[in-house]
């Protein structure tokens, strides 16, 4: 590990300060503590942030819910109205990680946390991400774990956030706080696709903080949930994953929000399915038919050419689960 600084702020603004002089936020440290054992990441000094005021989760005066960025993954999972609202949220963090890292990592720390690809946290192999222009290992070597949507020929990096898959298909809008002052960035721009610059992965600027994540007012009930296929039953993160909301309205289905994880270089959402749902009613056939477009577009490497049929297959089971049979 290399020396560093630390340094915890008693309040947003000194946070903010540090943040501007090239400070690195710490919340849980479950990610980012790995990495700078594995000298992957080198900050000169970290700032942790855990004082900082941004625990609560709140009813939107809207009726959607906002979720500050330091409540843990467990609460954020038990809260009532997250259950109640968005199961696919709860869902989608208690099959992350274990019970352990949910009780330290927090929703900020979460959504910024790196790809899992191998060659990134190698040091000693080729990765645009960690360092630009030195080459992508993954592309030849190997990539049963990769992308297959999203890529470019620098990085086929998948993001692993389980709980950014349910952001991305809720439309979510992430709250920013900096030194010029408070931001909103629709979730589907906040995480960047690789294109020729993999090495930078969200939309934040210099010294900017996540203060919360907002989730819209959806219409009402709405039926949610996440589905995770990975090879092992627990403690693993996707092959494929599938968040699907529907609004069931006189037996026709009036709004569909599906995104799926494990297959792309951000949390995929899945427009073809989406509208190929709404304005009908619930079959087998529209789950199986709908489910065909799943995998749109996906450009599959050496080893990941299965996560194409099961891309589909995810969706398909998990539109049946949450919309139920008929
Ligand atoms: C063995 C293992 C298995 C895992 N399995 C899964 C899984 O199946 N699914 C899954 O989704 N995740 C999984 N994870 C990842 C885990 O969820 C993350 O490590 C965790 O959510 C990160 O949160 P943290 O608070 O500890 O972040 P930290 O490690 O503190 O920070 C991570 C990054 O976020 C930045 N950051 C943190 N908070 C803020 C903020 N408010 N504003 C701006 N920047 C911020 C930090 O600077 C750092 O770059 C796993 C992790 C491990 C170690
Ligand atoms: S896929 Fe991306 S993260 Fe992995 S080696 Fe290639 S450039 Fe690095």
């Keep these: 590990m290399h020396p560093f600084t630390y340094t ?62 330091l409540v843990s993954m467990t609460e954020a999972a038990a809260h009532p109205r997250v259950r109640a609202l968005y199961p696919v949220i709860s869902q989608s963090l208690e099959l992350s990680a274990s019970a352990q890292l949910r009780n330290m990592a927090t929703i900020g720390g979460n959504i910024m946390q790196r790809t899992r690809c191998t060659y990134f946290r190698d040091v000693t192999a080729a990765c645009n991400k960690r360092e630009p222009g030195s080459g992508c290992a993954a592309r030849e070597g190997h990539n049963r774990a990769h992308a297959i949507l999203g890529t470019s020929d620098r990085c086929v990096a998948t993001h692993p956030s389980d709980v950014a898959v349910a952001f991305a298909a809720l439309e979510a809008t992430v709250h920013l706080l900096g030194p010029d002052g408070e931001r909103r960035v629709p979730f589907a721009s906040f995480l960047l696709r690789p294109g020729s610059t993999p090495d930078r992965e ?28 990975r090879d092992r039953q627990s403690y693993e993160f996707a092959l494929t994953s599938a968040a699907v909301a529907l609004h069931v309205r006189g037996g026709v289905i009036r709004e569909a929000k599906v995104a799926a994880g494990g297959v792309g270089t ?18 087998e056939a529209l789950w199986t038919a709908a489910a065909r477009t799943a995998a749109d577009g996906a450009r599959p490497l050496t080893h990941n050419r299965f996560k194409v049929e099961l891309l589909r297959r995810t969706v398909e089971r998990q539109l049946r689960i949450v919309g139920g049979t008929k």
């Design 202 to 229: 969200q939309a934040l600027r210099k010294g900017e903080l996540i203060t919360a994540v907002e989730i819209p007012a959806l219409a009402r009930p709405l039926r949610s949930g996440y589905l995770k296929v």
């Design 8 to 69: 915890k702020a008693s309040d947003t603004r000194e946070a903010l300060d540090s943040g501007r002089r090239g400070g690195r936020y710490i919340a849980g440290g479950t990610t980012l503590v790995d990495l700078m054992r594995e000298t992957v990441e080198r900050p000169e000094t970290l700032v942790d942030i855990t004082g900082l005021p941004m625990r609560a989760v709140t009813a939107t005066t809207h009726g959607g819910l906002r979720i500050g960025a």
């Design 266 to 283: 951000v949390p995929w959402k899945l427009p073809a399915v989406e509208e190929h749902l709404v304005g009908e009613r619930p079959s």
